[in-house]
């Protein structure tokens, strides 16, 4: 079993449109390592950004294929977790870790 950093296992939050919509339900999407475990993102998450984390979800996207001028190249395999905090918290992405 390995073991982590606490900084190992967030890798960046993702902004997006759909990340920013569920910004407004209490909701914050990060990328994460892809071989942390739900109960170990949400210790770094409680202990980075001092906030209780309510529920975990993790979604695992497969890279895809594409073709860029002529040769075959692959983007990476990522995992995502979905972060739902307690109601009244927040963690603001603006300012750095």
Do not use: C, H, W
Request: no cysteine; proline share 2%; net charge positive.
């Amino acid at each position: 079993m390995n073991k982590f950093n606490l900084l190992d296992i967030i890798i960046s939050p993702s902004i997006t449109e759909k990340a920013t919509y569920l910004s407004e339900q209490n909701k914050i999407v990060f990328k994460v390592n892809k071989k942390a475990k739900k109960d170990s993102i949400k210790r770094s998450i409680e202990k980075i950004f001092k906030v209780n984390v309510i529920k975990i979800n993790t979604i695992n996207l497969k890279g895809k294929t594409k073709i860029v001028k002529g040769k075959k190249s692959r983007k990476p395999d990522i995992k995502k977790a979905i972060i739902t905090l307690k109601k009244g918290q927040s963690i603001d992405l603006s300012t750095g870790i």
